[in-house]
């Protein structure tokens, strides 16, 4: 979407802070030995709280209320039986709609005992992220961000996966500009707009390039054993610094 006035900017803000404190608690609570169901289940009743419904399964009839992935699984991992381990790798990603407003978020973290390499690759991924959202507004285009995420990647040591993609977002889950590709391509002449709704998600992989759906439809994991982390903002871009709504 693109904003038109003053009540689209409210509305964004409040189911992106929604969001933020949503993908906090949850963090807050997760523990070593509970279920990744037993965690989701956190995350739905905070939304339920304040009003909001999961996207994922309003859009998809996706299995939970939100994303849980952990170690090779990279991402809309299915919330279940499976038990948090210590050092484990473990993605959240919540997307939500609130007074017909949708925003989308993700968050990479690891359990203790803290493994180094680990923490810096979703240090490092954080990084990136903020680096991309501060270097665009409008004018800027869109196949910049793959080509900064590609070279943010290589200065890291890190790869990045290439068929998970940011994308629009704003009055429904995904919508125009679709598929911002996170790599560079010469192909793609779109320009960012004044008030256009983005999400910026990078997937920095430690050696696969691709991840593959699994049997139950859903979840996506690497081939081989490498680790993946992804961060992800919803932000509205401006003729400046972008607003990011996804902020607590």
């Not at 952990?70 to 473990?90: S, Y």
């Not at 359990?111 to 979703?122: D, E, K, Q, Y």
Request: proline residues 6%; contains cysteine.
């Amino acid at each position: 979407m693109t904003i038109q006035n003053q009540d689209d900017l409210h509305g964004l803000k409040e189911i992106g802070k929604l969001i933020a404190l949503t993908i906090q608690e949850m963090k807050r609570c997760t523990r070593i030995g509970m279920t990744t169901q037993e965690l989701d289940d956190i995350g739905g009743r905070f939304l339920k709280k304040h009003g909001a419904t999961p996207a994922p399964k309003q859009t998809y009839n996706f299995p939970g209320h939100t994303c849980i992935s952990i170690n090779r699984e990279v991402a809309h991992g299915v919330p279940g039986n499976r038990v948090i381990q210590p050092g484990d790798l473990i993605n959240i990603d919540v997307s939500a709609e609130l007074g017909g407003y949708y925003a989308d978020a993700g968050h990479s973290f690891t359990m203790p005992p803290h493994n180094p390499s680990l923490v810096r690759l979703c240090e490092y991924t954080h990084s990136t992220m903020m680096k991309i959202i501060a270097s665009l507004r409008h004018g800027v285009k869109l196949n910049e961000i793959g080509k900064m995420i590609q070279t943010e990647a290589a200065k890291g040591g890190y790869k990045a996966i290439k068929n998970l993609c940011s994308h629009g977002i704003g009055k429904s889950l995904h919508e125009a500009p679709t598929e911002i590709l996170p790599f560079y391509s010469k192909h793609d002449h779109r320009v960012l707009k004044e008030g256009q709704v983005i999400t910026i998600e990078p997937f920095l992989s430690t050696g696969a390039e691709y991840v593959v759906e699994q049997p139950d439809g859903w979840t996506y994991c690497v081939p081989d054993k490498s680790f993946v982390a992804q961060h992800e903002h919803t932000i509205i871009i401006t003729r400046d610094q972008p607003i990011i709504v996804t902020v607590a």
